[in-house]
């Protein structure tokens, strides 16, 4: 469970104060699937950082499990995103000397527990490119280079997903593909956190909280979210590869 | 983060970026490379010098002698029984045997010079020395014909004598001098052997002309001493003589209650010459080739982390990545420091392999002796993963230090 009470997020950019997150507070159950809406400059994109504990904030505290990472050393948040939380980027951050299952393979080499090798290639094959485990990153599209990133995020089994804009690179079908992927996730009964300036992808969640300057100006429940596989199913045959 | 992972990241690393690589090593190579070159000039003249002392030390040990005399005075000038102090003792010998470290053994000596040697009719001035048995393999001096004294000769106060070459000549002539009956300063002895010629000593002093007998025949029944003119000191290691003499001029001076300015009332003598082996061309080589070593290490360190720095500057987004998924800053060192070892140890690695080979063809050129031993590689591979630990923990610093936000806004 995600908690934020007041928090902000201030930089001193040239002697001048900037609150990028103003005072925020925000409740996400373990469970939801929440769309963080917003233009450039609403806070979007500091809200992700702390939200992924790549950053702690200014002032106000965030609860994650009841504890709060403001107090936590940069061991422990290395930790936290280790192992509890996935995280999936606009440009995929994929290494590029590495292939598609060592990529996936890359946050077990800083955990604590022992996995390998199999669960990398069951991860990969959860999200339909288990024959191409052996590729590089540049032998795969920028969808598959986006599932392979979420094979990775998902490899140490996080309570909680983060997605950055995941489909902004994206074609129509993959940015689909990709969304049905964040839905099935949130099936299963993980909490997913998407953030987006898209209004169609944001309503593929069940809330969507929309930013503005820093602050949250709307938080509602989305009554039907779209469904990305049905999307998909309509989407027109000579689309397809 | 396992090592074995780091360990195949650093290389994968490096093997992307192979000119770059190539250049990182090149400056540790040849530094390395000076390096062992150097171990092995300097292990190889090490041991061609301690061949050398080992022999003339042997022939020629530390000699401690009853003599007030400057250490410059010849070996025997004023000294001897009559003649020199009276001070050394047995007690003296037993001391520097049991408290100086690196002794192996002392040996006492009794010198009389002006000793009238007769047979028959014949008649010589010469010298007589009182010593043990263990004194033929100290001095490299045996007997050419006859038998040299026996541990018994000297238990049981033998009349037995060993003469020089000269001193056989002087007597004798062509006469076969073994079996025949002596007279040293009017006491009887039979001679029971003939030294091998030795020759002039480097002062010019002929030391063929000289009787030997048992030091405990010379102390009790011909001159009635009970101190030594000399002690012989044979040591463990040769290479350290210079503070084994030192220890036993100290340990003397204790025991013998002398306090500068007050003069010693023995002499320490060691065969110094020797020590100016090292010097020459070998000296003047591995200079050179020290300062070689110094700046191409140095260079070499500059360049890796000149270029390691670059890299991290275009791997900053990998860094974030790395962050984000949960490497910490100790992890993010650690890759980076892996990387500048490998790339040291890789080119010192080259550098030990060349600097071996230099070494071979340094040696068959310039006559020069070269002595390739672990220890040269060892010290090789240790200077060149100091070298990347040293140039390598910056930059690594500075990836480790990068905020894991900033590092994936990079593009």
């Not at chain 1, 192992?83 to 890359?106: D, H, K």
């Not at chain 1, 909680?160 to 129509?172: K, S």
């Not at chain 1, 469904?227 to 045959?237: F, G, H, T």
């Amino acid at each position: 469970m995600i908690e934020m009470q007041h928090v902000s997020k201030i930089y001193d950019m040239g002697g001048q104060q900037v609150r990028a997150v103003n005072g925020m507070s925000l409740r996400v159950e373990g469970g939801e699937f929440v769309a963080i809406i917003g233009p450039s400059g609403s806070g979007k994109s500091t809200l992700m950082n702390l939200l992924a504990c790549l950053d702690t904030p200014t002032e106000g505290t965030y609860r994650l499990d009841g504890e709060e990472v403001g107090k936590l050393d940069d061991d422990a948040l290395s930790r936290v995103r280790n192992e509890r939380i996935g995280l999936v980027f606009q440009s995929y951050n994929l290494l590029p000397r590495m292939t598609a299952l060592e990529n996936v393979e890359l946050p077990l080499v800083y955990g604590v527990g022992h996995r390998d090798g199999p669960a990398a290639r069951q991860a990969l094959e959860a999200v339909g490119l288990g024959e191409r485990a052996h590729h590089w990153p540049n032998q795969l599209s920028g969808g598959q280079q986006q599932r392979v990133a979420i094979a990775r995020a998902l490899i140490n089994d996080p309570a909680i997903v983060l997605a950055d804009e995941p489909t902004g690179a994206l074609d129509t079908r993959s940015g689909l593909e990709v969304m049905d992927i964040l839905q099935r996730l949130n099936r299963e009964g993980r909490t997913v956190i998407l953030v987006t300036h898209e209004q169609a992808i944001a309503e593929h969640a069940r809330r969507v909280v929309s930013l503005r300057d820093g602050r949250i100006v709307a938080d509602e429940a989305v009554t039907r979210p779209r469904e990305a596989r049905e999307e998909l199913a309509r989407l027109p045959q000579e689309v397809a590869q | 983060m396992k090592t074995a992972v780091t360990l195949r990241e650093a290389h994968r690393a490096l093997s992307a970026n192979k000119t770059r690589s190539l250049l990182m090593m090149l400056g540790v190579t040849i530094g390395i490379t000076a390096l062992t070159i150097i171990v092995a000039v300097g292990q190889g003249a090490n041991a061609q010098v301690s061949a050398r002392l080992g022999k003339l030390w042997s022939a020629n040990p530390i000699m401690v002698t009853a003599s007030a005399g400057s250490r410059s005075a010849g070996p025997h000038m004023g000294m001897g029984v009559g003649t020199g102090s009276q001070t050394l003792t047995y007690e003296d010998l037993r001391a520097i045997e049991s408290e100086v470290p690196n002794v192996r053994k002392a040996l006492p000596g009794l010198i009389k010079t002006d000793v009238m040697v007769k047979y028959r009719e014949q008649s010589a001035v010469s010298e007589a020395w009182g010593i043990t048995p263990e004194f033929r393999e100290y001095r490299d001096w045996d007997v050419e014909s006859g038998e040299y004294l026996s541990d018994e000769d000297v238990s049981g106060t033998a009349r037995v004598a060993l003469l020089g070459q000269t001193l056989a000549r002087k007597l004798f002539g062509e006469e076969d001098p073994v079996g025949a009956s002596i007279r040293v300063d009017n006491v009887a002895f039979k001679v029971k052997g003939v030294l091998v010629a030795k020759g002039a000593n480097p002062a010019g002093r002929d030391l063929d002309d000289r009787v030997m007998i048992p030091i405990t025949t010379f102390a009790r029944r011909l001159y009635h001493v009970t101190y030594l003119s000399n002690i012989v000191v044979q040591l463990q290691d040769v290479t350290r003589m210079p503070e084994t003499a030192a220890a036993i001029t100290k340990l003397l001076r204790e025991r013998h209650h002398i306090i500068p300015p007050k003069q010693d009332d023995f002499s320490v003598r060691t065969p110094e010459v020797m020590m100016e082996v090292f010097s020459g061309t070998t000296r003047t080589l591995t200079l050179f080739l020290e300062i070689v070593a110094a700046i191409a290490l140095l260079v070499g360190g500059l360049v890796v982390m000149n270029i390691m720095l670059v890299s991290v500057g275009e791997r900053t987004r990998e860094i974030g990545l790395r962050r984000a998924v949960g490497a910490r800053r100790k992890d993010i060192l650690a890759q980076f420091l892996a990387e500048a070892v490998a790339i040291t140890l890789e080119g010192g690695l080259v550098g030990v392999v060349v600097g071996v080979a230099g070494a071979k063809v340094l040696g068959a050129l310039r006559d020069m002796p070269t002595l390739i031993s672990w220890q040269a590689v060892a010290v090789a591979v240790i200077f060149s993963v100091l070298v990347g630990v040293a140039f390598g923990v910056y930059p690594a610093r500075r990836a480790a230090r990068l905020h894991p936000v900033d590092a994936l806004r990079m593009e």
